[in-house]
């Protein structure tokens, strides 16, 4: 299966190179304000571990996991330990994987607007903003939200729209053992550097428009009655990206109906855990021309 697969990826790409390594989380704390609202998650869990996944986790009253993690305050009255998980600082993770891609050979193109692709019996070319072309034996397109401008035409129909996370980072006077998540009200808070960041919200609407403020309010409000030391009206970093959903909730991963044009995309928030799986399994359907059974529920033609 594809999710038990994806931390082994990261190893994979650490021994090709990419020193930005995954951390061990230690205790994953899952945090709620009444005990009956961990039910869901709970049996979320129990689903997983039905499925035949190994998922190891405890819940444990709010007492406990305010001893386990001081930064939360009264108001957690319980919460779910998870254990096995990673996390990782995504621009330092990307800058490592742009090193590694470079050291190996590989020339990456920045600032570079593309507006199509024109597929060729022996190549495709892929035609920039500014006129330009560059033409390469295969092309992968993984441009999240905007999947569809360059591969609808290629016989891909399932739709792609934007599910618009906002984050920023925030001082703490004691930085969290390990990620913090709030699942009633959406909110994770990951330890990065230094500083926490702070990431929530679903918002729904063009992956260009401008970042709206009130959303980083609720998120603010959402979060704050259950964190102390956490200084979150200083505020760096606000940011909204753009998470690509799909109608179904499945990444759309493989060949399209171009056999020179391939997509990647469609993870919503799982893209950076499942990005380097993703890739390869991929690369055996570009490289060899094989399609792998754990893709075969993500065909981009479905």
């Known amino acids: 299966m594809v999710p038990e697969r994806a931390l082994e990826a990261f ?19 899952a945090c709620f304000a009444q005990e009956r609202d961990a039910h869901g998650l709970l049996s979320e869990l129990e689903q997983i571990a039905d499925a035949g996944q190994v998922v190891d986790y405890q819940p444990i009253s709010g007492r406990r996991a305010r001893v386990l993690e001081p930064a939360l305050t009264g108001e957690v009255k319980a919460a779910v330990m998870i254990r096995g998980q990673r996390y990782l600082h995504p621009p330092q993770f990307l800058h490592s994987l742009a090193q590694a891609v470079r050291a190996r050979g590989g020339r990456i193109i920045e600032d570079a607007d593309v ?36 591969t609808a035409g290629f016989g891909v129909r399932h739709p792609v729209q934007a599910g618009r996370g906002y984050s920023f980072s925030v001082p703490v006077e004691r930085m969290p053992a390990g990620p913090l998540y709030f699942p009633r009200q959406r909110v994770a808070c990951t330890p990065l550097g230094d500083r926490l960041r702070v990431a929530g919200m679903m918002e ?26 956490v200084r979150l009206d200083e505020r760096r970093d606000e940011w909204v990206g753009s998470r690509p959903c799909t109608a ?6 493989g060949r399209t109906a ?9 993870h919503g928030m799982w893209g950076v855990v499942l990005g380097p799986i993703t890739g390869q399994l991929l690369a055996q359907s ?6 792998p059974a754990e893709l075969a529920p993500f065909d981009p033609l479905r």
């Not at 199509?116 to 993984?142: F, I, K, M, N, P």
């Not at 179904?248 to 991963?253: E, F, I, R, S």
């Not at 570009?286 to 399609?291: A, L, Q, T």
């Open 11 to 29: 190893d994979a790409l650490a021994g090709g190179g990419v020193t930005a390594a995954t951390k061990a989380a230690g205790a994953f704390l």
């Open 115 to 150: 507006t199509a692709l024109q597929h060729g019996s022996s190549d495709v070319s892929v035609v920039r903003r500014s006129g330009e072309q560059d033409r390469y034996d295969t092309v992968v397109v993984a441009t999240g939200a905007a999947l569809p401008a360059l």
């Open 204 to 229: 729904f609407r063009r992956p260009g428009d401008a970042l709206d403020p009130r959303r980083i309010t609720a998120v603010v409000d959402a979060v704050r009655p259950f964190l102390t030391g």
């Open 248 to 253: 179904d909730g499945l990444p759309l991963v």
């Open 258 to 266: 171009a056999p020179r044009v391939f997509v990647a995309g469609g």
């Open 286 to 291: 570009v490289v060899k021309g094989e399609v």
